[in-house]
C-alpha cells in the first residue's frame, strides 16, 4: 500500500534576481531552507523537487505572476498573498528574508494569509495595455510641462489659449529664443512627438480589444465612460462573480469611505484609496460629466454638490457608477438612462475607428412620399432602444417596462419626462442655414 505523501508548506519571498524559500511540515518545523536565482532554468529545476501534495505562497511582486505559473503545473495549489495585509497581522522587528519566507510558509499552514484573486491571462494583458497608455500620458504630460517651465523661465508669456496646437505649434517654432533653451525646446518637442505615435498605435489595439469585447461597449453606453474607461475598469475587476455586490466592486477599487469605530463613536473620513489607482482616477472623470447630464444620476450629483464640496460629489457619483457598472454587466443590460445621441457617438466613433464602416441611412434623400417643400426639413432622434439595436447592444428597458418603485424614484427626482423622451424616436426640425449675401465694397461704404 503506497504511503501518502507528506504535506509541505512553502513560502517564497520573491525579488527581483533572488528567491528565498522556506519549508515547513505539518506541525511547523523548518525542513530546508534554500535561496535560488530567480530565472525560469534554475525555477524550472526546483519545480521539479515539489509534488502535488506541496502548497505554495508568495507575495505579490513585479514577477509574482511568472512564478506563480512556472509552479502552478507541479504542485497542489499556490497562493498569491496581499503584501499590505501580511504585514498588518504579523509585524516584526527583526525583518530579513529568511524570515520573510518563513512568516509566509507558518501563515499558509494556519490558513491565516490573505490571499489575492490570481488574474486570467486576458485580464492580465488588458491590465498591462491599459496601464502602458497611463504611463506614456503622463510621460507626454511631463514633457510638456517641462516646455512649459522653459518659457515661463524666460518671462515668455504665451499669446495662444493652448501652446501645443496648431497655432500654438506654429507661434512656438516662430518665437524668438536663446539658443541653449531653443534646443531644449527642440529636443522636447521630437519626444512629444515620439511619444504621440506610441500612443496612436496603443490606441489602435485598444480600440481593436474594446470592439471584440461586448461588455465594453456595453459600459459605453454610461455618461462620459469611453472605451477607455470601460476597459480600464473591466480590467480592474476582473471576474466579477467575487464580489457579491456593486457596494463590494466599489471597495475594491477604494470608493468607499473609511470608517473609525469605537463604542458610540463612529467617524467617516475620506475614501480608502485602495485598489487599482488608475481605473479610480478614470472614473472620477467620468463622474464629472455628470454635472451637466439631466437623467437621475445628474440629479444626485448636483444636489450633493450643494450640500457638500465638489469633490465629495465626485466620489460619491463614482461610486455609484462602479455599482451600475456591476448591475449592467451582471444583467447584460445597457445603462437606462443615457443619453441616446451621444451613446450612438460614442459607439459609431469605435465602429468606424476599428472597421472603418458608417452606419447605413434608412432613408438616403428625400423621405419617400414627401414632396419637396411640402414639410419643413427634419432629423430623426432616435430612442435608446433603437440606437442599442443599431450598434448589436441587449435591448434598453422602456419607461413603462421599469419597476413601479423606479418610476416612483424618477418621478420623485423630477425626470420623468427626460426619461419619456429617451424611450421613444422623435422628429426636431432642422435649422436652415442662413446663405450669406455679398454686398460689393461701394454699396458697403455708403451704408
Known amino acids: 500500500m503506497q504511503e501518502p505523501m507528506m504535506q ?4 517564497l519571498d520573491v525579488h527581483k ?3 528565498e524559500v522556506c519549508a515547513i511540515d505539518e506541525a511547523g518545523k523548518t525542513l530546508f531552507r534554500r ?5 525560469r532554468e534554475v525555477l524550472l529545476k526546483f519545480a521539479e523537487e515539489l509534488t502535488a501534495a506541496d502548497v505554495v505562497a508568495l507575495e505579490v511582486t513585479t514577477n509574482a505572476w511568472a512564478v506563480a505559473d512556472l509552479l502552478e503545473p507541479f504542485v497542489g495549489r499556490v497562493v498569491v498573498s496581499n503584501p499590505l495585509k501580511t504585514k498588518a497581522i504579523v509585524e516584526a522587528k527583526i525583518k530579513t528574508d529568511k524570515v520573510d519566507a518563513e512568516v509566509l510558509a507558518q501563515l499558509l499552514r494556519c490558513d491565516y494569509l490573505p490571499s489575492v484573486w490570481v488574474p486570467d491571462p486576458t485580464t492580465r494583458v488588458l491590465r498591462q495595455l491599459t496601464s502602458r497608455r497611463e504611463r506614456l500620458v503622463s510621460q507626454r504630460t511631463r514633457l510638456k510641462n517641462r516646455i512649459q517651465s522653459v518659457l515661463a523661465g524666460l518671462l515668455v508669456v504665451v499669446p495662444v489659449k493652448t501652446l501645443f496646437s496648431q497655432a500654438g505649434r506654429q507661434w512656438l517654432a516662430d518665437c524668438d529664443l536663446p539658443a541653449y533653451e531653443r534646443a531644449l525646446v527642440e529636443s ?3 519626444l512629444i512627438e515620439a511619444v504621440d505615435q506610441e500612443i496612436d498605435r496603443l490606441e489602435q489595439q485598444l480600440q481593436q480589444e474594446a470592439w471584440n469585447a461586448p461588455r465594453v461597449r456595453l ?3 454610461i455618461p462620459g465612460v469611453d472605451y477607455g474607461t470601460a476597459l480600464t475598469l473591466i480590467a480592474a475587476l476582473g471576474d466579477l462573480t467575487r464580489f457579491e455586490d456593486g457596494d463590494r466592486a466599489a471597495s475594491y477599487l477604494g470608493l468607499t469611505p473609511s470608517v473609525k469605530q469605537s463604542a458610540q463613536t463612529c467617524h467617516y473620513g475620506p475614501i480608502t484609496k485602495r485598489g487599482n489607482t488608475q481605473a479610480r482616477w478614470m472614473l472620477t472623470q467620468s463622474a464629472q460629466n455628470m454635472a451637466r447630464h439631466p437623467g437621475p444620476l445628474g440629479v444626485f450629483f448636483r444636489r450633493l454638490a450643494k450640500r457638500k464640496c465638489w469633490n465629495v460629489a465626485v466620489c460619491a457619483t463614482a461610486r455609484k457608477l462602479v455599482t ?7 444583467h447584460n443590460e445597457p445603462y437606462r438612462y443615457a443619453s441616446p445621441a451621444t451613446t450612438q457617438q460614442k459607439l459609431s466613433r469605435l465602429r468606424v475607428a476599428v472597421t472603418g464602416k458608417h452606419r447605413q441611412a434608412e432613408h438616403k434623400g428625400r ?5 419637396n417643400g411640402a414639410h419643413p426639413p427634419s432629423r430623426l432622434v432616435p430612442s435608446l432602444g433603437r440606437v442599442c439595436d443599431q450598434e448589436g447592444l441587449p435591448p434598453a428597458h422602456g419607461f413603462e417596462q421599469l419597476p413601479a418603485g423606479e418610476q416612483r424614484v424618477l418621478k420623485s427626482l423630477g425626470v420623468i419626462d427626460y426619461v419619456q423622451q429617451i424611450s421613444t424616436d ?10 450669406s449675401v455679398r454686398v460689393p465694397r461701394e454699396e458697403a461704404k455708403k451704408s
Open 8 to 11: 509541505r508548506f512553502l513560502g
Open 219 to 221: 459600459l459605453m453606453t
Open 188 to 190: 522636447d518637442l521630437r
Open 426 to 435: 422623435r422628429r426636431t426640425p432642422r435649422q436652415r442655414k442662413l446663405r
Open 324 to 330: 451600475i457598472a456591476w448591475l449592467m454587466l451582471k
Open 35 to 39: 535561496r535560488i536565482d530567480c530565472t
Open 367 to 371: 423621405r419617400p412620399g414627401v414632396k
Open 17 to 19: 534576481s533572488v528567491v
